[in-house]
Protein backbone atom coordinates (compact mmCIF):
# COMPACT_ATOMS: atom_id res chain seq x y z
CA UNK A 1 0.00 0.00 0.00
CA UNK A 2 1.73 3.59 -0.93
CA UNK A 3 2.36 5.89 2.08
CA UNK A 4 0.45 9.39 2.51
CA UNK A 5 3.37 11.86 2.85
CA UNK A 6 3.82 14.24 6.03
CA UNK A 7 1.09 16.80 6.30
CA UNK A 8 -1.38 14.98 3.73
CA UNK A 9 -3.47 12.84 6.05
CA UNK A 10 -6.25 14.79 5.51
CA UNK A 11 -6.23 14.04 2.02
CA UNK A 12 -5.55 9.99 2.73
CA UNK A 13 -9.36 9.12 2.38
CA UNK A 14 -9.77 10.74 -0.60
CA UNK A 15 -8.51 8.36 -3.17
CA UNK A 16 -8.37 4.27 -3.25
CA UNK A 17 -5.30 2.35 -1.53
CA UNK A 18 -3.63 0.94 -4.46
CA UNK A 19 -4.53 -2.58 -2.64
CA UNK A 20 -7.71 -2.01 -3.61
CA UNK A 21 -7.33 -1.95 -7.39
CA UNK A 22 -8.47 -4.32 -9.90
CA UNK A 23 -10.99 -5.61 -7.11
CA UNK A 24 -14.59 -6.14 -7.47
CA UNK A 25 -17.07 -5.15 -4.88
CA UNK A 26 -16.92 -8.01 -2.67
CA UNK A 27 -13.09 -8.22 -2.55
CA UNK A 28 -12.94 -4.55 -1.89
CA UNK A 29 -15.47 -4.88 0.92
CA UNK A 30 -13.39 -8.12 1.75
CA UNK A 31 -10.37 -5.93 1.88
CA UNK A 32 -11.48 -3.07 4.12
CA UNK A 33 -12.90 -5.66 6.52
CA UNK A 34 -9.65 -6.93 6.99
CA UNK A 35 -7.93 -3.90 7.27
CA UNK A 36 -10.75 -3.04 10.13
CA UNK A 37 -9.52 -5.72 11.78
CA UNK A 38 -5.86 -5.09 11.50
CA UNK A 39 -6.62 -1.81 12.90
CA UNK A 40 -7.68 -3.11 16.50
CA UNK A 41 -4.48 -2.99 18.19
CA UNK A 42 -2.82 -6.19 19.45
CA UNK A 43 -5.78 -8.26 17.56
CA UNK A 44 -4.96 -10.98 15.52
CA UNK A 45 -6.58 -11.08 12.22
CA UNK A 46 -5.64 -15.06 11.85
CA UNK A 47 -6.98 -16.75 14.92
CA UNK A 48 -9.80 -18.82 14.43
CA UNK A 49 -12.93 -16.81 15.08
CA UNK A 50 -11.84 -13.86 12.66
CA UNK A 51 -10.08 -15.35 10.07
CA UNK A 52 -13.31 -15.34 7.84
CA UNK A 53 -14.26 -12.75 9.07
CA UNK A 54 -13.22 -10.47 6.19
CA UNK A 55 -15.56 -12.88 3.88
CA UNK A 56 -18.71 -12.61 6.08
CA UNK A 57 -17.87 -8.67 6.43
CA UNK A 58 -17.98 -8.44 2.87
CA UNK A 59 -21.31 -10.43 2.26
CA UNK A 60 -23.47 -8.73 5.16
CA UNK A 61 -22.01 -5.18 3.58
CA UNK A 62 -22.84 -6.10 0.16
CA UNK A 63 -26.47 -6.89 1.24
CA UNK A 64 -26.80 -3.75 3.35
CA UNK A 65 -25.60 -1.62 0.35
CA UNK A 66 -27.66 -3.44 -2.28
CA UNK A 67 -29.95 -0.87 -3.06
CA UNK A 68 -27.74 0.52 -5.02
CA UNK A 69 -28.55 -2.15 -7.59
CA UNK A 70 -32.05 -1.56 -8.40
CA UNK A 71 -34.01 0.96 -8.97
CA UNK A 72 -38.10 1.91 -7.88
CA UNK A 73 -39.19 0.68 -11.34
CA UNK A 74 -36.94 -2.55 -11.33
CA UNK A 75 -38.36 -3.19 -7.55
CA UNK A 76 -42.11 -1.76 -8.04
CA UNK A 77 -42.35 -4.45 -11.58
CA UNK A 78 -45.78 -4.66 -12.25
CA UNK A 79 -46.95 -3.93 -9.32
CA UNK A 80 -49.52 -0.48 -10.54
CA UNK A 81 -52.60 -0.82 -10.61
CA UNK A 82 -55.97 1.31 -11.75
CA UNK A 83 -57.53 3.00 -9.22
CA UNK A 84 -60.95 2.15 -8.28
CA UNK A 85 -61.29 4.83 -5.12
CA UNK A 86 -60.58 7.95 -4.32
CA UNK A 87 -60.15 7.21 -0.61
CA UNK A 88 -56.76 7.67 1.16
CA UNK A 89 -54.77 4.29 1.58
CA UNK A 90 -51.72 3.98 4.25
CA UNK A 91 -49.06 1.55 5.19
CA UNK A 92 -47.86 1.52 8.94
CA UNK A 93 -44.94 0.64 10.84
CA UNK A 94 -43.06 -0.73 7.77
CA UNK A 95 -39.61 -1.61 10.01
CA UNK A 96 -36.46 -0.61 8.17
CA UNK A 97 -32.59 -1.18 8.58
CA UNK A 98 -29.77 1.57 7.14
CA UNK A 99 -26.35 2.34 7.53
CA UNK A 100 -25.71 6.02 8.71
CA UNK A 101 -23.74 7.79 5.93
CA UNK A 102 -21.70 9.63 8.32
CA UNK A 103 -20.24 7.25 10.74
CA UNK A 104 -21.49 3.81 8.87
CA UNK A 105 -23.49 3.05 11.66
CA UNK A 106 -26.68 1.17 11.95
CA UNK A 107 -30.16 3.07 12.59
CA UNK A 108 -33.89 1.47 11.95
CA UNK A 109 -36.96 1.97 12.89
CA UNK A 110 -40.36 2.25 11.33
CA UNK A 111 -41.88 4.01 8.29
CA UNK A 112 -45.63 5.12 7.70
CA UNK A 113 -46.97 6.11 4.28
CA UNK A 114 -50.26 7.31 3.10
CA UNK A 115 -51.54 8.65 0.19
CA UNK A 116 -54.37 9.59 -1.51
CA UNK A 117 -54.83 8.20 -5.24
CA UNK A 118 -55.48 9.92 -8.64
CA UNK A 119 -55.06 7.18 -11.15
CA UNK A 120 -53.25 4.59 -10.04
CA UNK A 121 -52.75 2.75 -6.90
CA UNK A 122 -49.51 0.89 -5.91
CA UNK A 123 -49.87 -3.21 -4.46
CA UNK A 124 -49.38 -3.02 -0.93
CA UNK A 125 -46.42 -5.20 -0.77
CA UNK A 126 -44.54 -2.35 -3.14
CA UNK A 127 -44.14 -0.10 -0.76
CA UNK A 128 -41.72 -1.97 1.68
CA UNK A 129 -40.17 -2.94 -1.31
CA UNK A 130 -39.23 0.86 -1.95
CA UNK A 131 -38.22 1.42 1.53
CA UNK A 132 -35.72 -1.33 1.35
CA UNK A 133 -34.46 -0.11 -1.66
CA UNK A 134 -33.58 3.34 -0.42
CA UNK A 135 -32.82 2.04 3.33
CA UNK A 136 -30.22 -0.82 1.64
CA UNK A 137 -27.89 2.65 0.92
CA UNK A 138 -25.43 4.87 3.34
CA UNK A 139 -28.50 7.29 4.41
CA UNK A 140 -29.90 9.72 6.63
CA UNK A 141 -33.18 9.76 7.67
CA UNK A 142 -34.24 13.05 6.60
CA UNK A 143 -32.85 12.14 2.68
CA UNK A 144 -34.78 8.45 3.24
CA UNK A 145 -37.81 10.17 3.98
CA UNK A 146 -37.80 12.39 0.89
CA UNK A 147 -37.14 9.68 -1.06
CA UNK A 148 -39.78 7.11 -0.33
CA UNK A 149 -42.26 10.02 -1.24
CA UNK A 150 -40.25 11.32 -4.19
CA UNK A 151 -39.99 7.85 -5.84
CA UNK A 152 -44.14 7.20 -5.22
CA UNK A 153 -44.93 10.13 -6.36
CA UNK A 154 -42.73 9.77 -9.38
CA UNK A 155 -44.77 6.09 -10.01
CA UNK A 156 -48.12 6.55 -9.60
CA UNK A 157 -48.79 10.39 -9.76
CA UNK A 158 -51.49 10.52 -6.65
CA UNK A 159 -52.63 13.60 -5.61
CA UNK A 160 -50.88 13.50 -2.11
CA UNK A 161 -48.28 11.64 -0.48
CA UNK A 162 -47.02 11.51 3.32
CA UNK A 163 -44.43 9.54 4.61
CA UNK A 164 -43.09 9.98 8.30
CA UNK A 165 -40.34 7.87 9.62
CA UNK A 166 -39.34 7.37 13.29
CA UNK A 167 -35.56 5.91 14.15
CA UNK A 168 -33.08 4.90 16.62
CA UNK A 169 -29.31 5.66 15.80
CA UNK A 170 -26.40 3.82 16.78
CA UNK A 171 -24.30 6.84 16.40
CA UNK A 172 -26.13 8.56 18.82
CA UNK A 173 -26.58 5.55 21.17
CA UNK A 174 -22.88 3.51 21.44
CA UNK A 175 -20.96 6.94 20.30
CA UNK A 176 -20.83 10.47 20.44
CA UNK A 177 -23.49 11.97 22.90
CA UNK A 178 -24.64 7.85 24.09
CA UNK A 179 -28.18 8.84 24.71
CA UNK A 180 -30.03 5.39 24.33
CA UNK A 181 -33.77 6.41 24.41
CA UNK A 182 -33.79 9.10 22.06
CA UNK A 183 -35.75 8.65 18.79
CA UNK A 184 -35.48 10.90 15.75
CA UNK A 185 -39.02 11.89 13.49
CA UNK A 186 -38.59 12.78 10.18
CA UNK A 187 -41.89 13.95 8.17
CA UNK A 188 -42.32 14.90 4.24
CA UNK A 189 -45.42 14.95 1.92
CA UNK A 190 -46.40 16.23 -1.30
CA UNK A 191 -49.32 17.64 -3.30
CA UNK A 192 -50.99 18.67 0.20
CA UNK A 193 -52.33 21.75 -1.58
CA UNK A 194 -54.66 19.86 -3.68
CA UNK A 195 -56.43 18.87 -0.66
CA UNK A 196 -59.07 19.76 1.20
CA UNK A 197 -58.58 20.78 4.63
CA UNK A 198 -60.52 17.92 5.98
CA UNK A 199 -58.48 15.57 3.33
CA UNK A 200 -55.36 16.62 5.11
CA UNK A 201 -56.59 15.36 8.41
CA UNK A 202 -57.51 12.77 7.42
CA UNK A 203 -54.45 12.12 5.37
CA UNK A 204 -52.19 12.48 9.02
CA UNK A 205 -54.34 10.32 10.69
CA UNK A 206 -53.81 7.55 8.48
CA UNK A 207 -49.96 8.36 8.35
CA UNK A 208 -50.27 7.64 12.63
CA UNK A 209 -52.48 4.54 11.82
CA UNK A 210 -55.81 6.29 13.22
Avoid at 25 to 52: C, D, F, S, T
Avoid at 59 to 72: E, I, Q
Wanted: net charge positive; with cysteine.
Amino acid sequence: MSQVAPGRKEQAFERLPDVFTGLNKLQRLGVAGRLMIEAAKNENPNRAGLLKTPERFSKAMSFLLSGYDATPESVVGGGIFPSESRGVVSVNKVEFYSLCEHHMLPFWGEVSVAYYPSDKIIGLSKIPRLVDLFARRLQVQEHLTQQVAEALNDLIKPRAVAVKISGHHLCMMMRGVEKQNSTTVSETSIGLDKLTNLEQQRLFSALEGR
